[in-house]
C-alpha cells in the first residue's frame, strides 16, 4: 500500500515561503529508471525547490549508461552521469564495451565508474563473469583517473580480495546505497572508501549494520555521501524502530516534500532534506552540518564545481 500524505501535518509551498534550504548533493537517483520517464521536468524541479543542487545518476548497463549521459547534458550542471556495468549486468559484457564506457567516461558530465562489484545473493550473473567485469572497470577507472562506484551483497570476501589487488587504488571508491554489516563497512572504512547512505536507514534493526556504524563513531561524516537511491529506498520517517525523539525533530518543511512527492511505490531526490534530518539525529549533529559535510565529500571526490 502506497504511503498516504498525514493530513495533520502542514505541507508548505517551496516557491512561496522563504525558508533557508540545507545545501544537497544526492550521488545517486536512478533518473533513468521508467518511473520517471513521464515527469523526469518536475521531479527535479521538486528536487531544486527542497535544496539539492546537484544528482547524479548511476548507471547498471552500457544502454543506462547512454542514456545518463544524454540527459545530463540535457540538465547540465543539475545532473551528472556514471558509465559502468552492474554485476547482475555482467554476462552482458562484450568485448567492444570497455572501449565503449570509456569513450562515455571522457565525457565531462560523467564523474564515475560503475555501479560495478559483485552480487552474489541473485544468480544473474556467474562469479567468474562478475569478478572479470569488475577488474576490468576497476582498470577503466585507474585509466581514466575517475571515481568508482561500488556494489557488494553476498561476496565480500571476493569483493575485498580484489579491492586489495588492485591497492593502492589511487582514485575514490564509494560503496553505493549500502546496507551491509558493521564488519564489511569497517574493512571498507579502513581501506578509506566512502558509504552512501539512504533511506534504508530508516529499515535498520539489525544491531550490527549502519546504525551501529553512526552510534559507535566507526562512520564518521568525512566518509558519508547521501543517496535517494530514488525511485528506491524510500526514506519511512514513520518507521516503527525510529524513536518518538527523532521523529518530532523533523521539520515540517522536509515532510512536506516526503509526503506530498514521495511514495514506497516511487522516492524523489526532494526526500533528501528528511534524510539529512534522520543522520544528523543518529549522530547528534546539526542537520544543516550532516548538508554540507556530505555535499563538500560530493564536491572534493566527483569534481564538481
Same mark, same amino acid.
Given at each position: 500500500?502506497?504511503?498516504?500524505?498525514? %493530513?495533520?501535518?502542514?505541507?508548505? $509551498?517551496?516557491?512561496?515561503?522563504?525558508?533557508?534550504?540545507?545545501?544537497?548533493?544526492? @550521488?545517486?537517483?536512478? /533518473?533513468?529508471?521508467? !518511473?520517471? %520517464?513521464?515527469d523526469l521536468e518536475s521531479v527535479l524541479q521538486r528536487a !531544486?525547490?527542497?535544496?539539492?543542487? &546537484?544528482?547524479?545518476?548511476?548507471?547498471?548497463?552500457?544502454?543506462? %549508461? &547512454?542514456? *545518463? +549521459?544524454? +540527459?545530463?547534458? =540535457? #540538465?547540465p550542471g543539475a545532473l551528472y552521469s556514471t558509465a559502468g556495468i552492474h554485476p547482475h549486468e555482467a554476462k552482458s559484457w562484450e568485448d567492444n564495451y570497455y572501449d565503449e564506457l570509456r569513450d562515455i567516461a571522457k565525457?565531462?558530465?560523467?564523474?564515475?565508474?560503475?555501479?560495478?562489484? +559483485?552480487?552474489?545473493?541473485? $544468480?544473474?550473473?556467474?562469479?567468474?563473469?562478475?569478478? &572479470?567485469?569488475?577488474?576490468?572497470?576497476?582498470?577503466?577507472?585507474?585509466e581514466i583517473k575517475k571515481p568508482i562506484m561500488l556494489h557488494q551483497k553476498g561476496a565480500h570476501e571476493d569483493f575485498l580480495k580484489i579491492i586489495k589487488t588492485h591497492l593502492p587504488l589511487e582514485l575514490s571508491a564509494i560503496l553505493h546505497s549500502f546496507i551491509g554489516s558493521f564488519e564489511e563497512a569497517?574493512?571498507?572504512?579502513?581501506?578509506? /572508501? #566512502?558509504?552512501? =547512505?539512504?533511506?534504508?536507514?530508516?529499515?535498520?534493526?539489525?544491531?550490527?549494520?549502519?546504525? !551501529?556504524?553512526? %552510534?559507535?563513531?566507526?562512520?564518521?561524516?568525512?566518509?558519508?555521501?547521501?543517496?535517494?537511491?530514488?525511485?528506491? /529506498?524510500?526514506?519511512?520517517?514513520?518507521?516503527?524502530?525510529?524513536t518518538d525523539a527523532l521523529k518530532s525533530s523533523l521539520t515540517q518543511r522536509s515532510l512536506g516534500f516526503l509526503q506530498r512527492y514521495c511514495t514506497f511505490h516511487r522516492n524523489e531526490p526532494c526526500s533528501l532534506p528528511i534524510l539529512v534530518e534522520l543522520l544528523a539525529g543518529f549522530i547528534a549533529? &546539526?542537520?544543516?552540518? @550532516?548538508?554540507? *559535510?556530505?555535499?563538500?565529500?560530493?564536491?572534493?571526490?566527483?569534481? /564538481?564545481?
Open positions: 500500500m502506497a504511503f498516504q500524505p498525514n %493530513s495533520t501535518v502542514k505541507v508548505l $509551498d517551496p516557491i512561496r515561503e522563504n525558508y533557508d534550504n540545507y545545501l544537497l548533493i544526492d @550521488v545517486g537517483s536512478n /533518473m533513468v529508471n521508467k !518511473k520517471f %520517464s513521464r !531544486k525547490d527542497s535544496g539539492v543542487q &546537484k544528482i547524479i545518476v548511476p548507471c547498471t548497463s552500457l544502454r543506462t %549508461s &547512454k542514456e *545518463a +549521459l544524454r +540527459l545530463a547534458r =540535457i #540538465y565525457n565531462p558530465e560523467c564523474v564515475a565508474i560503475g555501479i560495478c562489484g +559483485l552480487d552474489y545473493n541473485k $544468480d544473474f550473473s556467474s562469479p567468474d563473469i562478475q569478478r &572479470k567485469v569488475f577488474e576490468l572497470q576497476i582498470s577503466l577507472a585507474k569497517t574493512d571498507y572504512i579502513n581501506l578509506g /572508501m #566512502y558509504i552512501g =547512505i539512504t533511506g534504508g536507514l530508516c529499515k535498520d534493526s539489525s544491531g550490527s549494520g549502519i546504525k !551501529k556504524l553512526l %552510534s559507535a563513531g566507526t562512520l564518521t561524516l568525512d566518509r558519508i555521501l547521501l543517496q535517494s537511491d530514488s525511485p528506491f /529506498m524510500y526514506p519511512n520517517a514513520r518507521a516503527a524502530n525510529l549533529k &546539526k542537520p544543516d552540518e @550532516v548538508a554540507l *559535510a556530505t555535499s563538500i565529500n560530493a564536491l572534493k571526490i566527483f569534481g /564538481m564545481s
